[in-house]
Structures are given as structure tokens and as C-alpha cells.
């Protein structure tokens, strides 16, 4: 995983092909309070999915062009 900072806030991209179970995990014990996902199904349809890690809600949101 690499750590940058983005807009005042710390972010985490894991590029590696890492079980999605432990990046949740991983997540959640950082503090972190969403989790983008972009797999190729996503980057196909131009979105993300992100998922609220305090109450498990998930929703999609277009990807910057």
C-alpha cells in the first residue's frame, strides 16, 4: 500500500492484489471511515463503489476524468 495526503486528508492505495476481506479489515483499524473500491468492473463503468465502514452502506460515484 502507498499513503499520500489529498486535500487534508491521509489516503491509503493498496495497488497490490490483496483479499478484499483484509483491506476492509486493515481499513477499519486505521480509522478510516470509507473505502473506495475500484476493480476492473468499476474502472470499465467509470465509477468507484465506496463503502461507509461504519454502517456498511455502499453507493457509487463517477470516476474523475
Known amino acids: ?35 473506495y473500491l475500484v476493480g476492473p468492473d468499476e474502472l470499465a463503468q467509470g465509477e468507484a463503489l465506496v463503502r461507509d465502514l461504519s454502517s456498511g452502506e455502499q453507493s457509487r460515484h463517477p470516476l474523475p476524468d
Request: charged share 35%; net charge positive.
Open 1 to 35: 500500500f502507498r499513503r499520500v495526503l489529498f486535500r487534508s486528508q491521509r489516503v491509503e492505495l493498496v495497488l497490490a492484489n490483496a483479499k478484499l476481506k483484509r483491506v476492509l479489515a486493515d481499513a477499519s483499524r486505521s480509522g478510516a471511515r470509507r473505502v
